[in-house]
């Protein structure tokens, strides 16, 4: 299998290095093809150089950097002046061709700055969207834009359908990933001019555009790619971990509030611990910023050492299918077949 | 107690008088205040009278009307053929004063056409909205727009924290409820115009602002009412309803799935049962149209006897509170501060 070669962003999120390491060790012993640029200061980075296995420590690589982007920095100022930023070397060396992908835990808002200036979006697309999968009955629905634009022309939210579905084909192996429109549902009042022109440029392109989909059908399997506005996409997104938060904290408090709840979340452990891991958002931890000329995945803040090896494992997964290259390819054969006809 | 009189359109939502009679009989029941005039096929009903226990019946007028709305009905056309539909007959007898209040399980798009035309706005009213509380941890919240309105300048929105503000403070009997307003987290992106707009008429009126709530604060308790646009609260109203029924499938599947699974959930199912109770959807049914002239409420369409029952506890609620009367106070007070100031 051929090297994979990743930067990680290693001063970036809430923990940094703290994280970053560990998650590295998962990352490295999971994928042997897997090769790593551990961005950010070096002598930290050195002395934390044990929590890697000294048997994957050879497909490891540190490269300096003088500064931090803070979690709360405003993006314009961590592009301005932070120009030796671990977040800034580690997109450089996707630029460069020294990686293929680059991940970070850093602020969203900076990071998709200095990605946009330093990596530039493909042709034809306007704006990088940020996506993610995420859990439904039966697999899991892809959606985008999930916070990176909060007012979208048709064309953008048409752009954004052809990246979610080379993501999908690719990365799912789908050979024609079912795309629907996030959409309200009652009659008169249904949707926003943008989302219905969006729906007529989709269903006269070739993608597989399934028709609206209302807010459940995310969770229900009702589409492989579901295409919103930044703004939606994110409400929707945090609403929904705060529903699974209530839900988590309400199943604590219930079995734990008598003798009688006590015991049976005893006998119920091993199958609340099968349920947990399969709704465990650290399993879904790794958001695309698709649309640039360049992989570059966005861990959470705040995510462990598991959920940000996983979101190693998608910047991985999507080197190795090249899917910049591919949303380029397909987007030029959708957009030459809509001037044909 | 006084006498609380409410019209039930008891024809509408997907299982008409089979639900709405012994939801009828439910409400009659717990609220010995109530009196119900039930409006659609005079036959019908009077058949399905067995269903309300004789000691109650008195407190049950039939009023005959030859229509239905149907539940896929556009709007335009329930509003313009439907004069003797079941659902115009009961909003009619709110506007004439002979009910304080109505009840309908019908198509959402046709009950607020209908309502805003028979009932009118409230004076500064632009637009009505559709309100419901939705449960958080140590609580609930109440959020609108959920659907009526998809774009919304900053005055409605502003309007919109009026109305929730009023509806919270007359039914929980909070004195001055936390108001935030529905935004995304990411810094450079914040939110949209209208959204920021809204932001700067709520810092500077007497409501207890409390700033941007993220889609996750909805359920965490951040605020008492979030305010945001109907096509946003749609969707993370129904993307809510889609994260909780695939738990519940996820629940069912991992303690079906083994026979020690099988075991667990037996010896689970009193403390489940009462999870299930908690997080009820059928104790939350019921959502106001909320800036008329009236009171109107919406049940949900699939809603079986104990929802609907609940949807006519609110209706009563609001009209023991004299909720539109309280709207309509508020927002001359609110809006003569801002042209004194």
Redesign the interface.
Known sequence: MSETVIALDAMGGDHGPAVVLPAAARALAEHPDLHLVLVGDEAVLRDGLGAIPAAHRGRVELRHASQVVAM?E???QALRSKRDSSMRVAVNLVREGAVQACVSAG????L??IARFVLKTLPGIDRPAICTAI???DGHTYVLDL?????LSAEHLFQFAVMGSVLCAAIDGKASPRVGL?N??????K??DEVKEAARLLAASDLNYVGYV???????GAADVVV?D???G??????????????R???RE??GGSL??R???L??M??LR??GR??DPRRYNGASLLGLQGIVIKSHGGADALAFANAIGIARAEARKQVPERIDSELEKLLGARAAS
């Open positions: 709360d405003p993006p314009a602020n969203t808002g900076a998709m700055a859990p439904a009955i916070g990176a634009n909060v007012a996030l309200i549902g009652e009659e008169e009042i949707g926003i209302e807010g459940d059908g995310i969770y229900l919103c930044g703004f939606v994110n409400v929707m997104l945090k609403a929904s971990e705060g529903v699974a938060k209530m839900i904290h309400y199943m219930t079995f009688y709840g015991l049976a979340a006998v119920a091993p199958v099968r349920l399969r709704i």
